[in-house]
């Protein structure tokens, strides 16, 4: 039985919510070590859009008969994803100037790896379920 696209996206949902939170409650001891809250929050949303948008082209890739179309699909998700970033990060690093927050950005590159992280598993349950296990 196929699981829902949302019922999928759950997880993702939830890192999401969970991160927002605590960068919520614990946001003056991020000040106290120059983490730029704002920053957090915006590559929050950024990697849970782009996990959402990447793990919709690795469902819709498994249920093709060709298995090359789950390899483009990882490597365009791939592609998206590092171009909007780099995009992302250096448009952030342009526009704040000397009030740049680097560790916001390492805080961000700790999320993508959660994020990702969530998202295979995700992705490979999913198709260990259509390939029954093969």
Same mark, same amino acid.
Do not use: C, G
């Given at each position: 039985?196929? @699981?829902?696209? *949302? %019922?999928?996206? +759950?997880? +993702?949902?939830?890192?999401?919510?969970?991160? /927002? =939170? &605590?960068?919520? $409650? $614990?946001?003056?001891d &991020?000040? @106290?070590?120059k983490i730029d809250s704002l920053v957090v929050f915006a590559a929050n949303i950024l990697?849970?859009?782009l996990?959402?948008? =990447? +793990? *919709?082209?690795? #469902?819709?890739?498994?249920? %093709? %008969? /060709?298995p090359n179309a789950s390899v483009r699909a990882v490597m365009a *998700? #791939? +592609?998206m994803k590092l171009m909007v970033l780099s995009i *992302?990060?250096?448009?952030y690093l342009f526009w704040a100037g000397s009030s740049r927050s680097l560790e916001a950005i390492f805080a961000g590159m700790i999320l993508y790896v959660v994020y990702t992280f969530i998202e295979v598993r995700i992705a490979s349950k999913t198709n260990q379920n259509n390939n029954g296990g093969k």
């Open positions: 039985m196929q @699981q829902s696209f *949302a %019922k999928k996206m +759950l997880p +993702l949902f939830f890192a999401f919510v969970l991160v /927002n =939170s &605590l960068v919520l $409650y $614990y946001q003056k &991020l000040d @106290q070590h990697l849970f859009i996990s959402v948008l =990447s +793990l *919709a082209m690795h #469902t819709r890739s498994i249920d %093709k %008969k /060709n *998700a #791939t +592609l *992302a990060a250096l448009v």
